[in-house]
């Protein structure tokens, strides 16, 4: 059970943008700037999309940009392509006994 | 280029140990911390363990404390998760993934390796 929330599901056209957001609390997200965005397709790994909130992989998409208010995180993905049908990841960092947790996952399908 | 590859998985009674391997190349392996990540059939991430790059440090998730311990062979790029009195919710693909040189993110990632611990 993720003390992440995140939607289960989104939708976009292709060429749309979407914004996925990851909400937390005061001992995670509210609390670190390592927050961090995933990207799975179905039967592979994940992919590392965004880091400590806004930072982008080496060679990594402009496409997908990340945000942080307060307890809530965001991961917004510019024109959307038919290849970005996955399910997103957040994760933080907390304060607790677990170092690290994964939000449930959003899974996104373009239209 | 990049290369991480977890071995080991199989299936194990309920109770019964797993030792899992993961061999890294392509990066300055000493330097980066390693997570373990799995993930049950059909459901989503769940961080287990974190090990730093001098193998100082290690933590756990609640779910597997006292009952999994990371290592690390800095000499051999590989890390290892010996999984001890394992259970039926053990069971899952797991991934090996090393962290951003920050330590906040989890990088490059392996295929996996399913552990299965029938019920």
């Known amino acids: 059970q993720s003390a992440l929330t995140q939607p289960a599901s989104v939708s976009g056209s292709p060429g749309q943008s979407i914004t996925i957001s990851c909400s937390g609390t005061?001992?995670?997200?509210?609390?670190?700037?390592?927050v961090s965005w995933y990207q799975q397709h179905s039967g592979k790994a994940p992919k590392l999309l965004v880091y400590d909130v806004y930072e982008r992989p080496s060679g990594g998409s402009g496409r997908f940009s990340g945000s942080k208010i307060g307890t809530t995180a965001s991961l917004t993905i510019s024109g959307l392509q038919s290849e970005d049908e996955a399910i997103y990841y957040c994760s933080s960092y907390t304060t607790t006994s677990t170092l690290l947790i994964f939000g449930p996952g959003t899974k996104l399908t373009v239209l | 280029q990049v290369q991480v590859v977890e071995s080991g998985g199989g299936v194990v009674q309920a109770g019964k140990s797993l030792r899992l391997s993961c061999t890294a190349s392509?990066?300055?392996?000493?330097?980066?911390?390693m997570h373990w990540v799995r993930q049950a059939p059909g459901k989503g991430l769940e961080w287990v363990a974190l090990i730093s790059y001098d193998a100082t440090n290690k933590y756990y998730a609640d779910s597997v404390q006292g009952r999994f311990t990371v290592s690390r062979d800095n000499s051999k790029s590989t890390i290892y998760l010996q999984m001890d009195s394992l259970r039926p919710d053990d069971t899952a693909v797991y991934y090996c993934?090393?962290?951003?040189?920050?330590?906040?993110?989890?990088?490059?990632w392996g295929q996996g390796t399913q552990v299965t611990v029938p019920s």
């Open positions: 392509g990066f300055t392996f000493s330097s980066h911390a």
């Open positions: 993934a090393t962290a951003t040189i920050t330590g906040g993110a989890l990088l490059y």
């Open positions: 005061n001992s995670d997200i509210g609390a670190s700037n390592f």
